[in-house]
């Protein structure tokens, strides 16, 4: 995106209107029942502006969550299925729309970023009824920095994802979250010296990183915060436990310029549904899955415990788990077997690659239609979704993005001259009830839409 030289005011960030299955002739923000006849739909919130635009003081994350309530009461026709925190990197002369665009490029040192919240959301009483409009609250926990004595090393400065799960779980039997979990997320927050802010709807990258000395320049902590989404209502004493499934390596790379081969995601939802049927708790939930990136050696080892990783000048590897969140509470209550399974929807490219041609794809909001219509079709209930970035291989033949789903589960963190494709990926219980018609390919329509910000 190129800045302008006439208007370099930042604009401030406008909600996103509901987005659904649409069909031919409709508008995308549609007066009457968007829901209507549709699984699946999401409803994004973005900070405003504070003040002066020159300020580029941006609202907190709790303000989003009250705007999300304020909607919810007003669209009784929705129940929330799960929350999602996304990550926008904003161009201070262009406003942001996170449907606009599916073809991302990698980041630079300083860019700025802002933090929404997005609803997927279901019809009410279709999947999981309430009485009334539900309302949703947060409450986030940062890993805690060992005393000296204890922090032995750099790669044992903050307490493990394990112990900052028991100290949350300790927290809730002593103060009850006032309602019923929704959703866990792991979140990627810089740490500076003056902590982390989970709350904070704004940054730049690397804003954080040390410069106290030349042999720690462009060093930054990553903490992994985690993010508890709730339904307001009666505390239920519930228990949050998370299971990591780390890809294994297929075949270890053979050069200092290869990478490793590991398994596909299939195999990673494959071994979660054989860890619910053998291994869940009577009475457990399943509240989430998500993709999350762990730091890996230059082997493809990855230790998902550790609850920080650190970022140099050069590139970072990581591997993408599969994290399962479950909750239990007491007294439990039986709860029927669930199969987790995952679909992951790609934009359709439109152009055909060359060497001076930048390739254009669908934008989110296609992609979302076609989730919908392949939800139809497989009428099953959808457990969570997320937003996700696939990097493009270099090359690649057209319709490569009907490939994703096997993706490999190798990735560096971003760099300038690449490209990624923002995708979205349901997790839902499975199998599908008309497997055979749930595998056709959906044929997508063709749209030009303009990128108007970056997702991450």
């Known amino acids: 995106m190129s800045d302008s030289s006439e208007d370099t005011r930042e604009e401030t960030p406008e909600e996103e209107p509901v987005f659904t299955r649409l069909s031919d002739n409709t508008s995308e923000e549609q007066s009457e029942d968007p829901l209507s006849g549709s699984p699946l739909s999401f409803k994004d919130f973005l ?13 907190r994350f709790g303000t989003l969550v009250d705007r999300a309530n304020a909607f919810l009461e007003d ?16 161009s201070g002369d262009r406003q942001v729309a996170c449907t606009d665009v599916s073809l991302v490029s990698g980041r630079r040192s300083k860019d700025p970023y802002i933090r929404g919240l997005r609803l997927w959301l279901v ?17 986030d926990f940062v890993p805690r920095r060992l005393p000296e004595d204890q922090a032995q090393s750099d790669l044992n400065q903050f307490e493990s994802l394990g112990e900052l799960l028991g100290g949350m779980n300790e927290s809730f039997r002593q103060d009850p979250i006032p309602g019923e979990v929704l ?20 940054w730049h990258e690397n804003e954080a990183g ?12 990553h903490l992994y915060v985690i993010r508890v989404f709730y339904l307001e209502g009666p505390p239920v004493g519930e228990e949050i436990t998370m299971v990591d499934f780390v890809p ?47 730091k890996a050696t230059r082997h493809g080892m990855a230790d998902s415990q550790r609850s920080f990783y650190i970022e140099g000048s050069g590139s970072v590897l990581f591997v993408r788990t599969l994290r399962l969140v479950y909750v239990k509470r007491a007294p439990s209550r039986d709860v029927g077997e669930v199969q987790p399974c995952a679909r992951t929807f790609a934009p359709l490219q439109l152009n055909e690659d060359g060497y001076r041609t ?6 989110v909001l296609k992609t979302m239609e076609e989730a919908v219509q392949w939800l139809r079709i497989a009428d099953c209930r ?34 300038l001259g690449e490209l990624y494709l923002v995708m979205l990926r349901i997790y839902f219980e499975g199998p599908p009830k008309d497997t055979a018609s749930a595998r056709l390919p959906i044929l997508p329509q063709s749209d030009m839409g303009q990128s108007k910000c970056t997702l991450l």
């Not at 900070?47 to 609202?59: A, K």
């Not at 669209?75 to 904003?90: G, I, K, S």
């Not at 009410?124 to 309430?130: L, R």
């Open 75 to 90: 669209h009784r026709q929705y129940d929330v299925r799960t929350c999602e925190t996304l990550e926008v990197q904003y």
């Open 47 to 59: 900070p405003r502006l504070i003040g002066e635009h020159v300020s580029s003081e941006y609202e």
């Open 358 to 363: 930048k390739p254009q794809f669908q934008t």
């Open 382 to 415: 959808v457990i969570s979704a997320e937003t996700l970035t696939v990097k493009i291989p270099p090359n690649i033949p057209r319709g490569w993005a009907h490939l994703v789903g096997n993706e490999s589960l190798w990735c560096r963190n971003k760099s």
């Open 123 to 139: 019809p009410a009483g279709a999947q999981s009824p309430t009485s009334g409009a539900p309302r949703i609250g947060k409450v």
């Open 183 to 202: 959703t866990v997320e792991t979140l990627d927050m810089e740490c500076s010296t003056d902590g982390t802010d989970p709350d904070s709807c704004s």
């Open 248 to 294: 294994r390596v297929v075949h270890p790379a053979t050069s200092f310029i290869d990478d490793p081969i590991l398994e596909t995601f299939p195999k990673l939802t494959s071994q979660a549904r054989g860890w619910v049927r053998h291994h869940l708790d009577r009475g457990g939930r399943v509240t989430n899955l998500q993709t999350v990136s762990v």
């Open 210 to 221: 040390c410069t106290c000395c030349c042999s720690c320049l462009h060093r930054t902590i």
